[in-house]
Antibody, heavy 117, light 108 residues
Framework: EGQLVESGGGLVQPGGSLRLSCAAS????????MHWVRQAPGKGLEWVSY????????YYAESVKGRFTISRDNAKNSLYLQVNTLRDEDTAVYYC??????????WGQGTTVTVSS | EIVMTQSPATLSVSPGERATLSCRAS??????LAWYQQKPGQAPRLLIH???TRATGVPARFSGGGFGTEFTLTISSLQSEDFAVYYC??????????FGQGTRLEIK
């Protein structure tokens, strides 16, 4: 069925940057589009970004547009999210998830980003 | 942007009883709706897609229904492992993909 493992989260000051990674295994990564979804503490799910199987097109939530960049390396079976100019409200668990036309069917365990001074 | 609204925010039900969760879309989404289950400290899990099709491995006690703007998730006989938060999500018109705010199903 497949597995996704996120990494790269941590504590960062407002205005700082991080690069989140998602390692895929157990499926042919290069044939699937992917999403990032986040969840602030005690809150619901918020879609963040999408990338197609080839790397283009990409889409972003308005709340992160211009600050976050999604990318992938199909040779390394990896998905990335570069998060810049971080704000307090970006504090969340960030999940990568595999896209199907009918939903997000495989999720990672998440990586935590905490923005605080 | 399509807004998804779930009700109630919290539902208290006894084990063995039936639970019905609701989800409303701000405009018609045909049957392009998915349901997810999330337990504390875990990632969401896809339960239902296409409004009523169970994902692989999902028990038959979970059933989805609805079309257009009104949808339901029914759990016919609640087991202890079913107490969790449930989210609906539309994929009819995106980006953005949008989720409901969630329904917490708790033990009565």
């Amino acid at each position: 069925e497949g597995q996704l493992v996120e990494s790269g989260g941590g504590l960062v000051q407002p205005g700082g940057s991080l690069r989140l990674s998602c390692a895929a295994s157990g499926f042919t990564f290069s044939t699937f589009s992917m999403h990032w979804v986040r969840q602030a503490p005690g809150k619901g799910l918020e879609w963040v970004s999408y990338v197609s199987s080839s790397g283009s097109p990409t889409y972003y939530a308005e709340s992160v547009k211009g600050r976050f960049t999604i990318s992938r390396d199909n040779a390394k079976n990896s998905l990335y999210l570069q998060v810049n100019t971080l704000r307090d409200e970006d504090t969340a668990v960030y999940y990568c998830a595999r896209a199907r036309r009918y939903g997000l069917d495989v999720w990672g365990q998440g990586t935590t980003v905490t923005v605080s001074s | 942007e399509i807004v998804m609204t779930q009700s109630p925010a919290t539902l208290s039900v006894s084990p063995g009883e039936r639970a019905t969760l609701s989800c409303r879309a701000s405009q018609s989404i045909s049957s392009n709706l998915a349901w997810y289950q999330q337990k504390p400290g875990q990632a969401p899990r896809l339960l239902i897609h296409g409004a009523f099709t169970r994902a692989t491995g999902v028990p038959a006690r979970f059933s989805g229904g609805g079309f257009g703007t009104e949808f339901t998730l029914t759990i016919s006989s609640l087991q202890s492992e079913d107490f969790a938060v449930y989210y609906c999500q539309q994929y009819h018109n995106w980006p953005p993909i949008t989720f409901g705010q969630g329904t917490r199903l708790e033990i009565k």
